[in-house]
């Protein structure tokens, strides 16, 4: 069974930063790929960033050159490093594992103020 937990949202200014954490249990972490999703009140779930087991990254177009997701293995956690935050950016924010199947987080809350 896998298990994810996310942590490092918070409240923050536009323009400001925040890094979120989610450290994985089980066995599959480095060779799952891993994935950061958002759910931003009333809009459906949105795939925010990409990182697959060799590294190889992938981001929506609403954050790239802002957000950078990063994994390290050794101590089974994936990041995902945001930069000049923008009030759009408020969401709940969901980590994901996919190997065979998806695992969930249970989401941590990221609010951009104006």
């Known amino acids: 069974q896998v298990q994810l937990v996310e942590s490092g949202g918070g409240l923050v200014q536009a323009g400001g930063s925040l890094r979120l954490s989610c450290t994985a249990s089980g066995s599959i972490f480095s060779i799952a790929t891993m994935n950061w999703y958002r759910r931003a009140p009333g809009k459906q779930r949105e795939l925010v960033a990409v990182?697959?087991?060799?590294?190889?990254?992938n981001y929506a177009d609403s954050v790239k050159g802002r957000f950078t997701i990063s994994r390290d293995n050794t101590k089974n956690t994936v990041y995902l490093q945001m930069n000049s935050l923008k009030p759009e950016d408020t969401a709940v924010y969901f980590c994901?594992?996919?190997?065979?199947?998806?695992?969930w987080g249970q989401g941590t809350q990221v609010t951009v103020s104006s």
């Open positions: 994901n594992a996919f190997f065979f199947r998806d695992y």
């Open positions: 990182i697959n087991s060799g590294g190889s990254t």
